[in-house]
């Protein structure tokens, strides 16, 4: 509701307070709190769990916000503007209806995490200039949508500590991934993975502060097996001779007995479109 979101601004400047938060208020749209747009010291803003439709350019008018939550809206596209928004560190917009990311997504100025979880991103929804990203990201979450690749550049995300792909439809894992030196949590479960690189053992995937997960993929056998024995065997098998014959083997002629594995996800609640879209003449 409307009223509730103005309410919220007017008592939050009245009690000189730099953050917002409604949560599950059924809040679905922003276009009609002008006095939102002219909060300048407000820096948290968390309306999720709300039926928000569409995020108005004017966004880009909180010059001090740091934190924007709007995990679990309807938003089916973003407006260009908020990447020009200087301060944002952290962005939540998973469970949304996302197909594709806005022109110039990339230009966040210092974007530390970015939550794109459970939405309908492909490969081609990224903006060109979205490895811009690589300079100052230390998080991204990209599980539950429908990706068949890594994000693009990934070598590129210098200062990456977190990366989630779980539940997509990725089939290779690209070399390019141990050029991630602060890479602390790499998550790659429900996908379509048959091998992986051994490459990415220079990544310390068994230390103690590292979480790597490859669970549910239709691994070629062998590879399979040693994972049901243990990470630590799994790991120690791809630095092994015998896995690298294995691994330049399948490259060679992929197995179509481990194609594919099949996962439902058409009763994904972002498969659901809100927006009244307006026949064209």
């Not at 939050?12 to 709190?33: H, M, N, P, W, Y």
């Not at 769990?49 to 939550?69: A, D, F, S």
């Not at 590129?156 to 977190?162: A, D, G, I, P, S």
């Not at 239709?218 to 098998?237: C, R």
Request: charge should be neutral; aromatic fraction near 8%.
């Amino acid at each position: 509701m409307s009223r509730t979101l103005k309410k919220a601004v007017e008592t939050a400047k009245q009690k000189k307070e730099t953050e917002i938060r409604l949560v599950d208020e059924g809040v679905a749209k922003l276009d009609d709190v002008p006095e939102l747009w002219s909060f300048q010291s407000l820096t948290r803003l968390v309306l999720s769990h709300n039926k928000i439709i569409e995020l108005p350019t004017e966004i880009v008018e909180l010059r001090g916000l740091e934190y924007l939550n709007l995990f679990n809206n309807c938003l089916e596209d973003l407006p260009s503007t908020i990447s020009a928004l200087p301060r944002l560190r952290e962005l939540n917009i998973a469970m949304n209806r996302l197909c594709e990311l806005p022109r110039g997504f990339g230009s966040f100025p210092g974007l530390e995490v970015l939550d794109l979880t459970y939405n309908n991103l492909t490969n081609t929804s990224f903006s060109a200039n979205f490895t811009y990203l690589g300079a100052c990201l230390r998080a991204l979450y990209l599980g539950d949508n429908d990706l068949t690749e890594f994000p693009p550049s990934i070598e590129k995300f210098v200062q990456l500590e977190v990366l989630v792909l779980r539940d997509n439809n990725i089939s290779k894992v690209p070399v390019e991934i141990c050029k991630c030196p602060r890479l602390r949590t790499l998550h790659l479960q429900v996908n379509q993975i048959n091998v992986l690189p051994p490459e990415i053992t220079r990544l310390n995937l068994v230390g103690e502060k590292f979480s790597f997960k490859v669970n549910d993929n239709p691994l070629i056998h062998g590879l399979d097996e040693k994972l049901e024995m243990g990470l630590k065997q799994f790991v120690d098998f791809l630095k092994t001779d015998e896995y690298r014959g294995l691994y330049s083997l399948f490259m060679q002629k992929p197995s179509e007995e481990h194609a594919r594995k099949v996962y439902d996800r058409s009763g994904k609640k972002s498969r659901k479109t809100v927006k009244n879209k307006v026949p064209s003449a």
